[in-house]
């Protein structure tokens, strides 16, 4: 069994709950718009980091990173990449990869939307993990916490917080 830990649109601000909420984790996987290679350096710190870049991505961190990554853990093929739409709605990237592929994980970022939702027809698990960082439209700062075993994800944990107070942190 692994533990996970899944953000994503952190555009350069990890929130300090991050570490801790990680910890326990055997590694942490981002969905791109990561902001800084300094985000990769400090979340490397914290456990091993499997990430994807982003839209908002300078070449700096795509230089360090691929677009999609394809992966097994636990007997789970596992597809991540930035910008997949969401179930029903794939774009033309994510669709790609799912047919290709056929993973039974679709673990993505972008809307800023926290989003767990199981497509039947796609036969996989789709997971945003919403917007760890403070820019953006959203509301709640949200991270995902997960165990994989056996080819199944279970034991899934929603950390969040609200937005406006993690501004007024990083402002001071």
């Not at 990237?93 to 970022?109: D, E, I, M, T, W």
């Not at 199981?118 to 995902?144: C, R, S, W």
Request: one cysteine or more; a neutral charge; proline letters at 3%.
């Amino acid at each position: 069994m692994k533990r996970i830990g899944i953000l994503s649109d952190t555009h350069g601000f990890l929130h300090p709950a991050a570490a801790g909420f990680f910890a326990g984790c055997d590694e942490i996987w981002h969905a791109g718009d990561i902001g800084s290679e300094d985000i990769i350096m400090r979340l490397r710190q914290i456990k091993p980091l499997r990430a994807v870049y982003g839209n908002i991505d300078d070449h700096h961190v795509r230089m360090h990173l691929p677009e999609i990554q394809v992966f097994e853990i636990e007997g789970l093929k596992v597809v991540m990449l930035h910008i997949a739409g969401r179930p029903g709605k794939y774009s033309a990237k994510a669709s790609q990869a799912v047919k290709a592929h056929k993973p039974g994980l679709l673990v993505a970022g972008h809307s800023h939307i926290l989003q767990v939702k199981y497509d039947e027809k796609a036969g996989l698990l789709f997971i945003n993990p919403g917007a760890a960082g403070i820019q953006g439209f959203h509301q709640k700062i949200t991270m995902v916490r997960l165990s994989v075993a056996h080819s199944m994800v279970k034991d899934l944990e929603i950390w969040e917080s609200d937005r406006s107070s993690a501004l007024a942190n990083a402002v001071d």
